[in-house]
Each structure stands twice: as C-alpha cells, then as structure tokens.
C-alpha cells in the first residue's frame, strides 16, 4: 500500500508564496508519476502540475510562470512552489502518485488566498 502526506498549505495575500511538499511511503514502484491537483468549492478537481521520474512536467495553462513542480526521488517527495499567489488559487490541493495501473491520493491540503 500507498501513504501520501501533504503539507505546507495555509493563508496568505495575494502575490505572496507557498511551497507544498508531498512525502510518498509504502510500496513504490520507481516509474511513476506524481502530481498536484486542486479543488475550489462546487468545482471539480483539476490537474495543477505533475511531474515523472524522470524530471518532465506538465502544467496547467492557469499557473504556468507561477508555480513550479519538483522532486526528490531519493526521498520519494514531490514539491510545488507557488508564486504570485492569486485568490482564484483558492483550494484544497491533493497530491497523486500514479504507478502502472494504480493510483493513490493524499489527504489534502487547503490553501487560501486572500486580503
């Protein structure tokens, strides 16, 4: 089994930034793909960024030059750092790992952004 856990959400201004970490445990296949998604309220849940093994990413039209994904795999850790901070940003953001067939999500994180 699979164990995501998120951190590093909160509250902050607009412009302002915020780095979310991701720490996998379990079994690990090492080809796999991890990712962000977010989640307004009353909205669906919405790719934010991944990231393969291998260093390629993907971003959504809506952060890109603003946010940016990273990894470590030794540590089986998925990072996104979040710049220029927008209140449409506003969300519960959830990490997913993907490996072969299976995948598995985090708990979530909320991350608020407001004057």
């Known amino acids: 089994q699979v164990q995501l856990v998120e951190s590093g959400g909160g509250l902050v201004q607009p412009g302002e930034s915020l780095r979310l970490s991701c720490a996998a445990s379990?079994?690990?296949?090492?080809?796999?793909?991890m990712g962000w998604y977010r989640q307004a309220p009353g909205k669906q849940r919405d790719l934010v960024a991944h990231?393969?093994?291998?260093?390629?990413?993907n971003y959504a039209d809506s952060v890109k030059g603003r946010f940016t994904i990273s990894r470590d795999n030794a540590k089986n850790t998925v990072y996104l750092q979040m710049n220029s901070l927008k209140p449409e940003d506003t969300a519960v953001y959830y990490c997913?790992?993907?490996?072969?067939?299976?995948?598995?999500w985090g708990q979530g994180t909320q991350v608020t952004v407001s004057s």
């Open positions: 997913k790992l993907t490996s072969g067939f299976k995948a598995y």
């Open positions: 990231i393969t093994n291998g260093g390629t990413t």
């Open positions: 379990g079994s690990i296949f090492s080809i796999n793909i």
